[in-house]
């Protein structure tokens, strides 16, 4: 879907939400990208990254997106071009952060909007985006003390182990996907500052602070649940050691029993005190009260 916003007289923004072909190549009709950059829309993107020219700014970005049905943050890929005059973004998965940011400036005053601009948009933009991904941090670290509790506790333990490997598979992903953009939005810093001459400085700098939080926030969850891991294993070495405990004191005790029942099962008519249940009585008393 294709929705066309004219957000001052002199800047457009259009974003693609999961578009069609014929809608990209509309797109691509109307304004003369690079032929890289065509290419990079029609594929997959792994990699975050920035690529400036003398009429615009291409922009790979990455942002968690959580799927419930496989309990898995997936990639939420946006490929933006920004020039003075326009945004154009395509996106590939619903995102309420986008549309929130559609109706704030659908009810911006006319006064408001002359002022705009492309990189102001880009800005609160990234900024959504960005706080959407503390958010689902804050609440990672919430599920983690939970998961704690349920240790300590001595809960249901498959289902803490799933839990477990389920966040740490989860904290992983997060990790590759935010940490190498670090450098992205540096250089994204300075090609908005060239194109922008330097009014917009600060705003950037400020989502440089916000993706140095949340690689710091993913790097102490990871080691969180690095911890709480150890300690599930703690406990089942525990457990395992007290359970082989009690094995060998049951051996013990049944190794006695076991030798007088060999020593007089044997197949021998001669074996000493064999017909004597006296005896055979008092022998089993012995081991039994050793």
């Given amino acids: 879907m294709m929705l066309e916003q004219v957000i001052s007289p002199d800047t457009l923004w259009i974003d693609l939400n999961n578009p069609q072909d014929d809608e990209i190549h509309t797109i691509f ?29 291409f922009v790979i970005l990455h942002f968690p997106k959580y799927d419930t049905k496989t309990r898995q943050y997936i990639k939420n890929e946006f ?9 154009i973004m395509f996106r590939y998965h619903e995102s309420a952060a986008v549309d929130e940011l559609h109706d704030i400036y659908k009810n911006k005053e006319l006064s408001e909007k002359k002022t705009l601009s492309t990189g102001y948009l880009l800005y609160d933009m990234i900024d ?14 919430r599920d983690m003390i939970a998961l704690e509790k349920r ?15 389920v966040k740490k598979r989860n904290i992983i992903a997060l990790k590759h996907m935010i940490t190498p953009q670090q450098r ?14 330097d009014s917009l400085e600060l705003y950037f700098e400020n989502l440089e602070d916000k993706v140095d939080k949340i690689v710091a926030e993913i790097e102490l969850i ?12 703690s406990l089942f070495d525990l457990e395992t050691n007290t359970t082989i405990k009690y094995l060998t004191y049951f ?8 030798l007088v029942t060999s020593f007089f099962g044997m197949n021998t008519a001669s074996l000493p005190f064999r017909d004597d249940v006296v005896f055979v009585a008092i022998a089993v008393f012995i081991v039994i009260t050793a």
């Fill in 128 to 141: 959504l985006m960005l706080d959407k991904t503390l958010r689902t941090l804050d609440r990672f670290s």
């Fill in 79 to 87: 490929d933006i071009f920004l020039s003075r005059e326009y945004l």
């Fill in 29 to 57: 009709r109307r304004f003369p990208f690079h032929e890289l950059d065509r290419e990079a829309i029609l594929e997959d993107n792994p990699i975050a990254r920035v690529d400036a020219y003398d009429e615009y700014i």
């Fill in 222 to 233: 990871h080691e969180n649940i690095e911890s709480l891991e150890e300690t599930m294993k």
């Fill in 251 to 258: 051996s013990a005790f049944m190794l006695p029993l076991t």
């Fill in 151 to 165: 240790i300590v506790s001595r809960g249901n333990k498959a289902q803490v182990i799933r839990d477990i490997m």
């Fill in 184 to 197: 992205v939005f540096r250089i994204l810093e300075q090609r908005m500052n060239a194109l922008y001459e």
